[in-house]
C-alpha cells in the first residue's frame, strides 16, 4: 500500500512538474513611437531580471511566451532614446498599442562632468575597447537562441531555415576560434528552392579546389553534373558566405572578437575608423552615448578566402554607456570605397552596400550578453551577361537574368535563456554534437517549439513565407 502511495505520489509530481515548465503565457502588442505614430523596430520586450525576451518586428509587433512562474514579474519595452515602459505581466492590456515617449540627455552637461573622462568619439571607443575586458562574460556560459535564415531576390523567397540554437563561449579572453562553439539543436521550418545557382557555383567550387583548373563556366551544363556535386558545392559557398562559424568566429563578431589579430574593433581600430560623438541619449534610465562611425585612412576588409572582400569604408553607429562604457549596440555597414570594390559591387548587385550589421547586447548581473543579431549581404548566385552591348535590354529575358544575379541574404538570431551554472554548462559540453551546419535534416518536434520564443514575423514577411511553403509543397508534389 505505501509503495503504491509512493508511486503515486511520483507521477504526480513528475506530471505538475511538466505542466509547470511547459505552462506559458503568450502576450503580443504593437510599439509605436508618441511624436510620429511610426513603429518602432527592434525595440526591446523583456521580463525584467531574466533574460527572456524578445525585440520588436519591422511593423513594431512583438510576440513573447512568459513562463507562468513569471506571470507576477514586470514586463519591460525599452529602445535607446525613449523612456522606457513597464507593466505588471499579470496585468498586461492587448486591446492598445504601446507609445513611447523620446527621452534625450544633455551633452553639455555629460562633457562638463569631469575632466578626466573621454570627450571625443574617438576616445570614448577606445575607452570602451579597454574595458571589454571587465564588461564582457568572463567565466563559460551557454546561450540558448532562436535562427532565421532567408534569402530572396527582388521578387520572392528562394530558401527559408529557422532552427534554435546554442552558443558556447569560455570567455572574452578566450580565442573564438578554438573557445567558442555553436549548435543547432532543432529545425522548425526548411524550405530550400533555389536552383540558378548551381552551375555558377559548382564553377567556383572546382576552381577553388583545383589551382589549376582553366575551363570556362560557360562550358558547363548543369544536366552533366551530378546532383550530389551540385549539392556538396552549394553547401560549401553557403558556409563561406553566410554559414554561423563566419558570423561568430570572424571579423564580423565585432566586439567578442576585438581581442584578435587584425580585429576591425582591435588595437589600430583608429586606421580604419573614426568616430564622432552625436548626442547622448537614455536607455532605460541610463545615459547613452550615440557615436557615429564613419571611414579612417585605410580601407576595410574581411579576409574572405575565395571571396573578395576587400576594399569598404564604414559607416553607421555606436551606442556606448557613459557609466561603464559598455557597448549596447553597433550598427555597421560597409561600403564599396575602392575603385575595384565600387566597380564590381554595382556591375554584380547593383549597389555599393556588401555587408549590414546589428549587434545588440543586453546587460545581465553586470556583464553584457548578446542579445540580437541582425546580418545582411547580398550573395552572387549566377554571373549571366552584364555586357553593355546587349541587343535587348529591356527583355523580360534581360530582367528575369538580373533577378536572378544575386540574393539577398539575411541572417537573424535572437537569444533568449543565459546558462553560467558551471555543471550544467558542462554537462552540454558533453552531450551535445556541436554542429552548427543548419543545412542538415533534423526531424521537426512539435512540444520543444511549443513555448519556445522566437522572432515575430512582419506582414511582409509572413506572405513571402507561406508563398515559399506552398511552392515547395507543389515542388515535392
Known amino acids: 500500500m505505501k509503495f503504491q502511495y509512493f508511486k503515486f505520489f511520483c507521477i504526480a509530481s513528475i506530471v505538475l512538474f511538466v505542466n509547470s515548465v511547459s505552462a506559458q503565457t503568450e502576450i503580443t502588442n504593437t510599439v509605436v513611437d508618441f511624436s510620429t505614430q511610426m513603429p518602432i523596430e527592434s525595440a526591446s520586450v523583456y521580463i525584467e531580471n531574466t533574460t527572456i525576451g524578445t525585440v520588436t518586428n519591422t511593423d513594431g509587433k512583438f510576440l513573447l511566451s512568459v513562463p507562468d512562474e513569471h506571470i507576477n514579474d514586470t514586463l519591460v519595452i525599452s529602445s535607446i532614446g525613449y523612456k522606457s515602459f513597464r507593466t505588471p505581466i499579470n496585468n498586461f492590456d492587448e486591446s492598445f498599442s504601446i507609445y513611447l515617449e523620446e527621452d534625450v540627455a544633455s551633452l553639455d552637461e555629460v562633457l562638463i562632468v569631469a575632466e578626466t573622462r573621454p570627450k571625443t568619439g574617438n576616445e570614448i571607443v577606445v575607452r570602451a575597447l579597454e574595458e571589454l575586458e571587465d564588461n564582457l562574460p568572463n567565466n563559460a556560459y551557454l546561450q540558448k537562441g532562436f535562427l532565421r535564415h532567408k534569402e530572396r531576390n527582388k521578387k520572392e523567397y528562394k530558401w527559408l531555415i529557422e532552427s534554435a540554437i546554442t552558443l558556447y563561449d569560455s570567455s572574452y579572453a578566450t580565442k573564438a576560434e578554438e573557445f567558442l562553439k555553436v549548435n543547432v539543436d532543432e529545425n522548425r521550418k526548411s524550405y530550400d528552392l533555389r536552383d540558378v545557382d548551381s552551375v555558377f557555383t559548382y564553377y567556383s567550387y572546382l576552381k577553388n579546389n583545383n589551382r589549376n583548373f582553366k575551363m570556362k563556366s560557360s562550358d558547363l551544363r548543369k544536366q552533366d553534373i551530378k546532383t550530389e556535386s551540385l549539392i556538396k558545392a552549394i553547401k560549401w559557398n553557403d558556409e563561406r558566405i553566410n554559414g554561423l562559424e563566419n558570423l561568430f568566429k570572424t571579423r564580423l563578431n565585432l566586439v567578442r572578437n576585438s581581442n ?26 541610463r545615459k547613452i552615448y550615440k557615436i557615429e562611425i564613419d571611414k579612417g585612412e585605410d580601407f576595410v576588409g574581411l579576409n574572405t578566402p575565395g571571396v573578395y572582400n576587400e576594399g569598404f569604408a564604414p559607416k553607421g553607429w555606436i551606442y ?11 550598427e555597421y555597414e560597409l561600403v564599396a570605397a575602392s575603385d575595384v ?33 541582425y546580418y545582411e549581404t547580398p550573395k552572387l548566385v549566377n554571373v549571366g551577361d552584364r555586357s553593355s552591348d546587349k541587343l535587348y535590354k529591356d527583355s523580360d529575358k534581360v530582367k528575369e537574368e538580373e533577378e536572378e544575379q544575386f540574393y539577398y541574404t539575411t541572417q ?46 512582419s506582414e511582409e514577411e509572413e506572405k513571402l513565407i507561406m508563398d515559399l511553403s506552398q511552392r515547395a509543397e507543389l515542388f515535392k508534389q
Open 341 to 373: 570594390q565600387k566597380k564590381r559591387s554595382k556591375s554584380l548587385f547593383g549597389t555599393t552596400l556588401n555587408h549590414k550589421l546589428v549587434l545588440t547586447y543586453k546587460e545581465f548581473q553586470d556583464e553584457m550578453y548578446p542579445s540580437y543579431i
Open 320 to 330: 556606448i554607456y557613459w557609466d561603464n562604457f559598455a557597448i549596447k549596440k553597433v
Open 260 to 285: 584578435t589579430v587584425g580585429a576591425l574593433f582591435g588595437k589600430n581600430v583608429l586606421e580604419k575608423h573614426q568616430f564622432k560623438l552625436d548626442t547622448v541619449l537614455v536607455d532605460d534610465g
Open 412 to 457: 537573424e538570431i535572437l537569444f533568449t535563456e543565459i546558462i553560467q551554472e558551471p555543471q550544467l554548462v558542462q554537462e552540454e559540453l558533453k552531450t551535445s554534437q556541436w554542429s552548427e551546419d543548419i543545412f542538415l535534416p533534423r526531424p521537426y518536434n512539435k512540444e520543444f517549439w511549443k513555448n519556445y520564443n522566437v522572432l515575430l514575423e
